[in-house]
């Protein structure tokens, strides 16, 4: 398709990004005769989907992640780079990261989404979502706190306001943290206080449309649902929220008092779109071609949840980890091509279904026509997400951990972290400190 660019040294390849886009590309350009920088603003390449096994103290941070340069130290033609980009100088084509210009001959920005709040940024303070380790741990000591600051509470109104936990989307994020965190609350919490029942507990999942996991077929919705109020969770279809503070979630002129809210209800991507100046859709992702570059950039390529890219059904692909593989290894071949000047096919995505699991033993999942429910669909849910983890040890310690909270009904990383011992007060008064307070930057 696309001619290849008269480069009379080695070719620079820059890649933005060590998601699973980004690492897929850099994996793809191994052996090849180019020099790559892989920048990323964290020295980890991330396993997102299990994020919420983290808030919920199902797994420690270091099962779900791995170092950067431990993954492709052996690739002989990746430097990694530590830092935050912040523009594009697509000019003198340079990336710029921490007063650094990075030069490139071949741009591929993989760097990924982050929560959006419709238009409601503040939302953010009392409804954190779920996209960083940072995020996870910091979600974990919420959801611990509430129940050591409901074990102390002598007020039933406000103990009945701590063991109350919103979580807003009914996508696969939202389905998994609700079923997850019934189960820490009916099984690992059960009896670890004296003074609060933990099975008491209420979480109630809100959703604006009129199913869960809207992506999926609506039998599998129904499952999950019914899988969801087995586990004690209250989920409510076709409920807007119109507001959040640090003590209520807004349900139109329904109140829900509570102290924690888990936004997982939508993204917008990253802002590649704004570094390039480039046409980008209602939530940031940038338009691209059919081979993934920028249309009057065609040394740039955007990949993962920053690229509108489409199906050939026409419609955008989904914000999904394979989409992201797919396109960094397609991305690689097209670099590889194109540095030979050789055509290249469009790219096309191959869906090999999706999943989302329901507490310990229950998920669904829907592989080309195949639809599953239940402990087999759990099963395969444990046995794909092991196997797509990155690294042996990672791969053995879930397992491991998972094989343990099944048999023994325990959740070995309950750790409250972030506090130290002085702070304890301050900051188990996270779950109940006041609007203004909270307003004015305390936590
Ligand atoms: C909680 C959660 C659960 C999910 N569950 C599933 C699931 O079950 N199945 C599924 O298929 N998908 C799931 N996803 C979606 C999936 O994780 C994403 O679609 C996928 O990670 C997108 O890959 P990416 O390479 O585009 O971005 P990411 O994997 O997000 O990687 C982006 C990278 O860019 C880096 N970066 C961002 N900005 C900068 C910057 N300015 N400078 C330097 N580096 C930067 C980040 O540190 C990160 O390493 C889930 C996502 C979340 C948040």
Redesign the pocket.
Known sequence: MKKSIPIARIPRVVI???????LSAAKGLAGAACEITL????NY??F??L??QIATAGLSPADIAAPIRGIVGAQRNITVAL????GVDTVRSEVI?EGRRISYDFLVL????QHAYFGHDDWAFYAPG??TIDDATYLRRRILLAFERAEAEPDPIERRRLLTFVIVGGG??GVEMAGAIAELANRALASDFHNIDPRSTRVILVEAGQRLLKTFDPSLSVLALQSLQQLGVEVRLGAVVTGCSCAAVFLGDERIETRTIMW?AG?KA?PAGAWLGVDADRVGRVRVGADLSVPGHPNIFV????ALAMGVDGEPLP??????KQQ?KYVADVLRARMKARPTEPFRYRNNG???TIGRKSAVAELGGIKLSGFSAWLLWCLVHVYFLIGFRNRFSVALNWSWNYITFQRGSRLITGISGSRIEDVTRENTIDDSTRLQGAI
């Open positions: 933005v990004g060590a998601g699973f886009g980004g920048i990323d603003r964290h390449h991330l997102q989907p994020l919420y830092a935050a980009v912040s990261a993989a760097t990924g989404a779920l996209k696969p994020t997982a993204v990253s990949i993962g949840d920053t914000g999904v980890a394979p989409v992201a960094g999706s999943m989302a």
